[in-house]
């Protein structure tokens, strides 16, 4: 298939596009490059092999997704493009729901232009909110309780609807639980713009030296040690699942809505225990207030996942540990662009 990837340049999109080039599928990069990184394609490129095209763009311009889509030509679309820090959301919302739901409705609007009926959509376990009952199945009651999460639940209910209306249109929404690690070869990684506020690129800079040492955010969590437990999945794992997805594509349909973790939780002080184990280096941490919005434990129920996809978890936390080091020795300053 010929895919049109949003977002490509950035994080999890750079991951994917090996993972679809190794898998037989063709790509062109849609990204306006505001997070993403025209690096990460290039080396994304060397590692699948293949020079990858970019079209620079933001999904909220119609013309320039109109000017892509003519030249591309696409068969399908994996959606990534958007913004994604909860802190954020809740200072700028207009801007989260602008890019998140209005891009997509512009995205939506150019593939029913283009006679394009595919689509693969990354959303966020963070549409749960708090959970109620572990694992997190899909049945489970959505309720996210900040913007950026109130954008992609939004976004999913606008599939639904356009899927409904013609048996041509297919969606399928994953729902990522906490995606980490890095491609094997250390080429491409997690090269976050300003301050991390994920958990694993913290844990990398303190490793690295650039941080002095990691808030522990939370001791009396209801967990095994008092830390927040979280379900951490390899990116290249993630990767892979939408490629299943896709491929699931032709007898999909409608709209379907899939876990995608390992089902089982780590918590902080576990991960960073791993990460020494893996690599030999202690993180120096420091207790910390919680911080707002957080949850004691969050993992997923992947059954569907293996039951729609075919497709399982296969890195264990010592793998996502190594290959985050591995990204981080390469480059230290991620590609360059914050030095
Ligand atoms: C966060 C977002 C979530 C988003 C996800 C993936 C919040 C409240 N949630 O999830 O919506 O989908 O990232 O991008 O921001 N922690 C520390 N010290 C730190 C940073 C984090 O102890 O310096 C802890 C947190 O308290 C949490 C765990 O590490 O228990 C994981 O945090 P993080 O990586 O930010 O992921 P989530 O909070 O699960």
């Not at 694992?135 to 900040?146: K, M, S, V, W």
Request: hydrophobic share 40%; with cysteine; aromatic share 6%.
């Amino acid at each position: 298939m010929r895919v049109f990837v949003t977002g490509g340049a950035g994080y999890i999109g750079s991951h994917t596009l090996v993972e679809l080039i190794a898998a037989g599928h063709d790509v062109v990069v849609f990204d306006n490059l505001q997070n993403g990184h025209i690096e990460a394609v290039r080396r994304a490129g060397l590692v699948a092999g293949r020079k990858i095209e970019v079209i620079e763009g933001d999904v909220r311009d119609a013309a320039a997704l109109d000017a892509a889509f003519r030249a591309a030509r696409p068969d399908a679309v994996i959606h990534f493009a958007g913004l994604k820090a909860v802190g954020e959301s809740g200072t700028i919302p207009l801007t989260y729901y602008d890019i998140n739901v209005h891009g997509t409705i512009r995205l939506l609007e150019a593939m029913d232009a283009h006679g394009c009926s595919s689509i693969v959509f990354s959303s966020s376990a963070t549409v749960y909110g708090d959970p109620e009952y572990l694992p997190l199945d899909e049945a489970h009651r959505t309720g996210p309780i900040n913007p950026y999460g109130r954008t992609k639940l939004m976004v999913e209910h606008i599939l639904q609807d356009w899927c409904a209306t013609s048996d041509k249109r297919s969606a399928i929404v994953l729902r990522y639980f906490n995606p980490v690690g890095a491609h094997s070869s250390g080429l491409i990684g997690e090269d976050p713009r300003g301050i991390p506020n994920n958990l694993m690129p913290l844990i990398a800079q303190v490793a690295g030296g650039r941080r002095t040492h990691l808030d522990i955010l939370g001791q009396d969590y209801d967990t095994r040690d008092g830390s927040g437990e979280r379900d951490f999945i390899h990116v290249v794992d993630l990767a892979r699942a939408h490629v299943a997805a896709l491929d699931r594509m032709a007898d999909c349909g409608h709209c379907e809505t899939i876990n995608i973790g390992t089902g089982h939780g780590t918590t902080v002080l576990e991960l960073v225990a791993a990460f020494k184990e893996a690599t030999g280096i202690t993180i120096a941490t420091r207790n910390a207030p919680r911080r707002p919005g957080d949850t004691d434990s969050c993992f997923a129920c992947c059954q569907r996942a293996n039951a729609l996809l075919g497709w399982r978890a296969e890195r264990d936390i010592a793998q996502m540990c190594h290959d985050t080091w591995a990204w981080q020795v390469q480059n230290p300053h991620g590609y360059g662009g914050d030095v």
